[in-house]
Each structure stands twice: as C-alpha cells, then as structure tokens.
C-alpha cells in the first residue's frame, strides 16, 4: 500500500519533470526539470529496495552531470528566450514518438520475470561481492574503467592549447 | 583476495545490527529523532556563530561580541532577530520562482545529512547500510541550489560565485571521497554507526594522511574561508547571496553553519571515533568533538589568506589527489597485511609515511610563488 502510494507520486513527479524538459522555454528551468525526474527515479529506485543505486543515481546525475549541464547553460546567452525551434521540429516529433510507441509496445508485450525471493539486505556487500569477487565482474568493471580513463585523456589532448 | 573479501561479509553479516526499540515503533522513532536533528542543527549553528565569533576575535586580538547577555552569548539570537526583521527583497532581473527555491533547495539536503548520523550507539533516524554514500550524495544537491541562487539573481557577480562553486566542488569531491575510502577500507561497512563500532583505534592514528586529506577537502567543499572563493568580498561582493535579504539570506547563513555542523560531524564520526569515549556520556563526547573539529576550522580561517582560483584548483588536482591516491594504494597494502584488524605499529607507519609524502610535496609544489599553470 505505502509502497503504491511512493511509486505513483514519484512516477508522476518523474514524467512531469521530464515533460518539463521538453516543453519548458526557458533552457535552466528545463535543467532543473530534469533534475527533478532524476531525483523521481532514484526515488522509485529506493521502492526497489536498490539503495546502492538510489544513492549512486543522485551522487552522479544529480550531483555531477546535472551541474555539468547547468554550468553549460551559464556559459550560454539569452537563456530565457530558449532554443529557436529550427527546421527539424517536425520530423524530430516523429521520431520521438515513434521511439516511444516502440519502447511502450516492448515494454507491455514483455513477459516480465518477477523475483519471489525477498530485497537483499544489505546490499553494498553483496554488489561488492558480485563486483570484485570470484567468478564476479571484475574484468568488464576494469575495462569500463580503462575506457573512462581513455575518454578523460582523449578530452584532455582536444582541449589542450597547442 | 576473494578469501579476504568473504571473510568481509562474514563480519559485516555478524556484525550487531541496532534494533529501533522504541515504543510505538517506527513513526515514533521517525518524530522523535526528526525534532531532535532540528532542535540539534539549530542549536548548535547558534553555537558554532557565537563560538566562531569570538573564536576569531580571540584570534585577532580582539574581543568579539560581549555586550548582548552575559558574554555577548544571546548575540546569535540578536543576529538572527535582525535578519529576520529586514525586508525581503527580489530583484527585477530576477527568475521569480527559482529564486524562491534556491535557498530551500540549499537548506533541505544539509538537515537530510544529518539522518544517518549516530549521536550515541544507534541514535540516528536510520541506520543506512549506504551511510557515508548516503551522506555523498545528498550533500551534493546542495550545489544545485547554489546555482539556482546565482543564477537566478540575474546579477553577474552572483553567476561568477556561482561557477566557482561548480569549480571548488567538483575538484575538491575527488580527495573527499578517495579519503573515505581508506576509512571504509578498515572498517568493511558505509553504514555511520559500524565505522565508529570498528574504530577501536581513532582513525585520526590509522589514517593520518586520509583525516588531514579529508579535512582540507571537506572545507573546500564547504567553502569555509581559505577556500570562499564563491564569496571572496573582495572581488565579486559576497557571490551567490549577493541579491537576497531577509529570511532567505537567514536561510543561506544557516546552511553555512549547518553544512559546517555536518562536515564537523562527519570528521568526528569518521576519524575521532564518534560517540566513543571513556567516562562522560556517548553524546556529550560526540558533541565535543564536533566542537574540537569546528575551531580547527576556525583556526584555519583566521590563520590562513584566502587562495586564488587558479591555486584552488591546483592544490586540488596536484596537491591533493595524488596523495588521496597514494593514500588509498598504502591503506590497500595494509588492510591486505592485517586482514584481522590494523595492530598499533600502522600507526607509526601511517604517520611516518604521511610526513615524508608531505615532506616531499612540499618540495616541488609551491603554492605561494607567482601564478600557478592550470
């Protein structure tokens, strides 16, 4: 029952703050708009019984790729008046729309497997364990790893002054 | 490493979880400790004004407030009256709404900090097993109302304010957290209340490096005043708050003190063992450590210049984030040594090797000479 109630708030909460993206004209509105649908997720995260991942959502989207974004728009004039609609309004519609009638169709046509067993508590040992462990991620982890790195490096070579 | 590890959750599986033995259970608990952590946060902000105040002019040869009640005690309240009193006043440039919200949004994750905090063996609203990471997180949602506020004043200085904001913060998030690490490392929880159970020895001794890390990370990320750079008064007249008054500027003081409170909290738990102490009574130890961290901040502030910006980021990137590193890698080596727990000689190793890493830091990163590259 309670766990109903969160999900609807946060769910509605989630696709207003997304809305709010798309339809808000001025641009650091729309930025806090969206920050606002990732803090609804990391919510309905936190239903989930996923904690680890709650906290991780908002420690990086909100606390690092939104500030990004933010800093971005700061550094952009004429906030307020928003991004002139140019000439792919149309077709950019038709596309969005049918990317979500094709998600919406997957989504309802899946058969979902729903876990009897109960949330595991706690969790942060036992990702660790999946992670680092025997037999657990830990070469896909260190690939990713390796593969942030080479981005950060990548964007430190295209920016340095010559 | 695998056996190690298992052994890990072994411990963490029996280690004592606190029950919450209240009666009427759950909403009591909830109510009882959500009017303590607000009764708690006020009045020890009123503290940390009244202590820092005098703290300082103590520092500067001065007397500080004494004329308001005995010893100038009530000059808080004084403070806060007058504040609150003045006229609230919103600029014609402004974006109404996000205007509005900045300091809410500046004011709630602070007070959500200190949800898992232990004033005592289990006293805390909730004991996350995410604890620290809890802490992370929410505390970096702080920063968007900082933004909002300079933004939405419509006013340079407070834009410039608060883009040395996103600055300091995420260079400084960095060394903070590696910091935490080494800490989690010994103790094998996130969970607050577990980190200071496992501190059998202060971690201030088993982590010398990662405390003073931590602490000059934490007051960059804070922005107490060698690291204000997003109020420097002397260049962009006070940053963020520049265009608010009355109740919403009371509302930007209180989450500085507040954010002070919390990051004072945090040492106290994380490095001077929390509520553990011989003969006084678990809070009332927790409660004089966070003071003993609080006037180190007070220390620095009076004793330290304030950095430029292009220093800031340096200490950061180059100062700090190769030791927190290093750091990190030495404690690695140790807990892997002593997977039963670190014996008294880590002690003298630890502090040995951060005055040599400190030693030969200071060697070839100077920051006072002339203008640092970034």
Same mark, same amino acid.
């Given at each position: ?66 500030v990004?974004?933010?800093l971005?728009?700061m ?88 | ?54 703290? /300082? ?26 504040? /609150? ?21 500046a ?35 702080s920063t968007?109302g900082i933004f909002?506020a300079g933004w939405?004043s419509?006013?340079?200085y407070s834009l410039l304010g608060a883009m040395r904001a996103v600055a300091s913060v995420v260079s400084y ?46 007051c960059a990320e804070i922005n107490r005043s060698p690291f204000d750079m997003l109020e420097a008064d002397s260049e962009i007249v006070a940053g963020f708050h520049t ?9 930007f003081?209180?989450v500085e003190?507040?954010e002070? /409170? ?44 304030r950095v430029r910006i292009?220093?800031l980021m ?61």
């Amino acid at each position: 029952m309670g766990l109903a109630i969160a999900f609807w708030i946060l769910a509605i909460v989630a696709i207003a703050g997304a809305l709010g993206v798309v339809l808000l004209k001025n641009v650091f509105r729309a930025a806090l708009s969206l920050i606002l649908c990732l803090l609804a997720v990391a919510g309905l995260f936190i239903t989930l019984s996923a904690d680890f991942l709650a906290a991780v959502q908002i420690l990086i989207y909100v606390g690092a790729i939104s500030v990004l974004i933010i800093l971005a728009i700061m550094l952009t004039r004429e906030v307020t008046q928003g991004s002139p609609s140019g000439r792919f309004r149309i077709p950019a519609f038709i596309v969005a729309v049918l990317f979500f009638a094709v998600v919406a169709y997957a989504m309802v046509n899946t058969n979902w497997q729903i876990a009897t067993a109960p949330p595991l508590e706690p969790t942060t040992a036992a990702l660790a364990g999946k992670l680092f462990g025997e037999k657990g991620f830990i070469l896909p982890l260190e690939i990713a790893s390796v593969l942030l790195l080479a981005a950060i490096l990548g964007a430190i070579v295209l920016v340095r002054e010559k | 490493m695998s056996s190690y590890l298992n052994q890990m959750l072994l411990q963490h599986e029996a280690s004592v979880r606190v029950p919450p033995d209240w009666p009427g259970g759950y909403w009591f608990h909830w109510l009882f400790f959500t009017v303590v952590i607000i009764a708690f946060v006020l009045t020890i902000v009123m503290g940390f004004i009244y202590f820092e105040r005098r703290a /300082l002019g103590r520092i500067q040869s001065r007397l500080g407030p004494n004329r308001t009640g005995p010893f100038g005690l009530l000059q808080p309240v004084a403070d806060a009256i007058k504040v /609150l009193l003045k006229e609230d006043i919103i600029p014609d440039k402004a974006d109404k709404l996000v205007h509005w919200l900045a300091p809410i949004v500046a004011f709630f994750p602070v007070m959500l900090i200190f949800a898992v905090i232990p004033f005592q063996n289990g006293a805390m609203l909730v004991d996350l097993d995410i604890g620290i990471l809890y802490i992370m997180a929410v505390s970096s949602v702080s920063t968007i109302g900082i933004f909002m506020a300079g933004w939405s004043s419509g006013n340079k200085y407070s834009l410039l304010g608060a883009m040395r904001a996103v600055a300091s913060v995420v260079s400084y998030e960095i060394p903070l957290v590696l910091s935490i690490i080494g800490v989690i490392l010994l103790s094998g929880s996130l969970s607050m209340n577990q980190i200071v159970i496992a501190q059998n020895i202060p971690f201030i001794l088993l982590q010398p490096l990662g405390f003073l890390l931590f602490f000059i990370s934490g007051c960059a990320e804070i922005n107490r005043s060698p690291f204000d750079m997003l109020e420097a008064d002397s260049e962009i007249v006070a940053g963020f708050h520049t265009e608010y008054s009355g109740m919403k500027f009371a509302m930007f003081y209180l989450v500085e003190y507040a954010e002070a /409170l919390a990051m004072s909290a945090i040492i106290a738990t994380l490095f001077l063992g929390g509520w553990r102490g011989p003969v006084l009574p678990p809070w009332l130890w927790f409660i004089i450590k966070i003071f003993v961290v609080f006037f180190l901040m007070i220390w620095t502030r009076s004793t330290l210049p304030r950095v430029r910006i292009d220093q800031l980021m340096a200490l950061a990137w180059k100062g700090l984030f190769p030791l927190a590193l290093i750091n990190l890698f030495i404690t690695g080596v140790e807990v892997l040594l002593w997977p039963a727990g670190l014996p008294w000689l880590a002690v003298l190793i630890n502090i040995v090797i951060m005055v040599v890493l400190l030693l030969l830091w200071s060697r070839f990163f100077k920051l006072g000479w002339g203008r640092v590259e970034i």
